[in-house]
Structure formats: C-alpha cells, structure tokens
C-alpha cells in the first residue's frame, strides 16, 4: 500500500491505474478505523480493482462544542490494518490542502431538507460539512463506486442525493451495519464508552429498534406509542435520547401506516458519546 498526502499524488496514482482501465473504489473514512470500516473495504474489493482510502478528520463536520480536537487519530494502526487488508493507496489529506482558504471560506455543499432533519437538528451544519468534503474528495479521486456504511443511514441518503443532484460520475453502494456480538453497531466513538456502558449499556439502544420493528411487523401502527415506549426504554437503559424515528427510507420523512418499507433511525447519548443505529425493513 501507498501512502500519499497530496491531491497531486492522488490524481497521478489514479490516473495511472485508470489508463490501464483499471476500476477505482473508494472509502472516505476519519481514520481510528474498526471493523465495520473494513468491511467496507471488503464490499470495495468486490466491485473494483483498485481501492482507495482517505482518512481525513474534516472539521467541518464538527459543532463548537463537539470533540475535533479530541477525536480520535490513530494513523500508524490504520496505515496497519489497509495494508492487511489489501488496500491500494491511502490518501492522508492535510486541510491545507482540503481548505486552502479555511474551511470558513470556503464553498459549501448543502443537500436541502434532508439535511435539517434527525442528526441535522441535533447537529447544525453537520451534515454540510459532510456533503462538502465528499463532493472534494470524489473530485480529487473520481472514482467509479464509493462505498459509506449504512449505520449512518441519513448521511448515505444525503450522498447519494447529491451525487444524483450534482450529475457526479460515481456509483454509491451502501454496505451493511457490522456489530459487535453485543448488537452495538461498531463505531469509532464507542471508544468513548467505559467498559460497563459499552457492554451493558450500549446494546440497548440497537434492541429499541428491534422491538419496534418486531411490533410494527405485528401490525401495531401508532407510532407515536413505539416512539414514546422506546425513549423510555433509552432512559431506563441509561441512555439520554435524542431522537427515534420511523421514517420513509428515501426520504426520511414521517412514515404513513399504509408504507412497505420502513426504516428507524435512532441516537442517544452515553456518557462521551453519542451513537446512532438504525433498522431497515419491510413489513
């Protein structure tokens, strides 16, 4: 594996593979990489012959008040693990070079209502920060397919909004949530959770979901009461809910009682962290 830092460096190695007509997959990642991320490696390996990884903590993305400057970065272990796992080049992008003007000044990428609604409530300009980097990292590395976890659910919607909006060249494939034995749906930010919250807590906010798919799929249609009964569920667990929605899977507004397929998105917060976690699924 190859290890660049320079927008240059990726359009050359790139443009070299691609003039062989090698296909280009591509992962975007914050890097302290875990197991659900490499499985996206693993679903970029199906469909491409050659992989890209970025790792980038994009600041934009990040509120006043939330953990930039404390995220966590790991790139020895990550360089590590891309490199077990047959990963090409991995780009290691600098915001010099990502937001040459600071990311204050710079053009910004907004996909309209989906934006505003579930995360984007509880964290305002979230996902522009997300939409903004994904648009400059697929024109730095234009690649044929990227692949985004469908944990976060509401950001793969907005991707593919926008790659469908803005006519970019690149196919989104979407790979399946990886857990842990627990249930929990692996996530960076789990390295927050003390032992207790991680293995006690933490896996009820994934059994919420379940339990209000097992009685949608029973026929119960109030779905205010599934809402009620699962933030009190969250908080006997010991979790602060945010917010746990039953919702049109492509366009994460309300569901009717009368829609085929569903999706729940949930997020609560846990000591340091705040998780999320959905279920996809068809009554």
Do not use: W
Not at 223 to 243: C, H, I, T, V
């Amino acid at each position: 594996m190859q290890t660049v830092h320079t927008i240059a460096d990726v359009q050359a190695f790139v443009g070299a593979r691609r003039a062989q007509g090698l296909r280009i997959g591509f992962v975007p990642t914050m890097g302290n990489l875990h197991g659900g991320h490499l499985t996206l490696v693993e679903q970029a390996k199906q469909h491409c012959d050659v992989v890209v990884v970025s790792i980038y903590v994009n600041p934009l993305q990040f509120g006043p008040n939330e953990d930039y400057d404390s995220y966590p970065r790991t790139m020895e272990q990550d360089q590590q693990l891309l490199t077990e796992h047959g990963v090409d080049l991995l780009y290691a992008a600098s915001t010099a070079e990502i937001y040459p003007e600071g990311s204050d000044n710079h053009t910004h990428v907004t996909v309209d209502i989906l934006d505003g609604m579930h995360c984007g409530s509880s964290r305002p300009g979230f996902f522009r920060g997300i939409a903004t980097v994904v648009t400059k990292l697929f024109n730095i590395v234009r690649p044929d397919i990227a692949v985004f976890g469908e944990k976060d659910f509401q950001q793969l919607t907005i991707i593919r909004k926008m790659v469908s909006d803005l006519c970019l060249p690149v196919e989104i494939i979407g790979a399946p949530i990886a857990r842990e034995t627990s249930g929990l749906a692996m996530s960076s930010r789990n390295g927050y959770l003390s032992r207790q919250e991680r293995n006690e807590i933490a896996p009820a906010l994934y059994q919420c979901l379940l339990d209000a798919q097992t009685a949608i799929q029973a026929g119960e249609t109030d779905f205010d009461l599934l809402r009620r009964n699962a933030f009190s569920q969250m908080a006997e667990a010991g979790f602060k809910p945010d917010y746990f929605n039953i919702c049109n899977p492509l366009t994460l507004l309300p569901a009717t009682h009368n829609e085929h397929s569903l999706v729940i998105l949930a997020a609560g917060y846990l000591g340091k962290a705040r998780l999320i976690d959905n279920v996809y699924f068809d009554r």
